[in-house]
């Protein structure tokens, strides 16, 4: 069964940071995506980063540029989003979200993934 693990949420200053987990298992695909989606109140989601397990290609949405990174521990099945120089624009609840690569086309930035996991509050003062 697929899960997906969030973890590394909380409460930081503007200009702080944090980093966040995301725990996989039971992905058997031979290739997939894992993303971070947010949440925040009374605005559509967001997909803020994916990567692509296979050659390991990112995407970052406008807002994040430059200040998020996202990345894998292979070893460890984990997938991490750095955020720094973070803003109150930036709260939400984040989730780790992923799907199958089929025939090269993956889910970020074109479709919602299938898989979820529970979320993680992040929250930005001023």
């Known amino acids: 069964e697929e899960q997906l693990v969030e973890s590394g949420g909380g409460l930081v200053q503007a200009g702080g940071s944090l980093r966040l987990s995301c725990a996989i298992s039971g992905f058997t695909f031979d290739d997939y995506e894992i993303g971070w989606i947010r949440q925040a109140p009374g605005k559509d989601q967001e997909e803020v980063s994916c990567?692509?397990?296979?050659?390991?290609?990112?995407s970052y949405a406008d807002s994040v540029k430059g200040r998020f990174t996202i990345s894998r521990d292979s070893a460890k099945n984990i997938v991490y989003l750095q955020m720094n120089s973070l803003t109150p624009e930036d709260t939400g609840v984040y989730y780790c979200a992923g799907d199958i690569v089929l025939y090269g086309n993956g889910w970020c930035s074109r479709e919602l993934p299938s898989y979820w996991g529970q979320g993680t509050q992040v929250t930005v003062s001023s």
């Open positions: 990567i692509r397990m296979s050659d390991r290609s990112t």
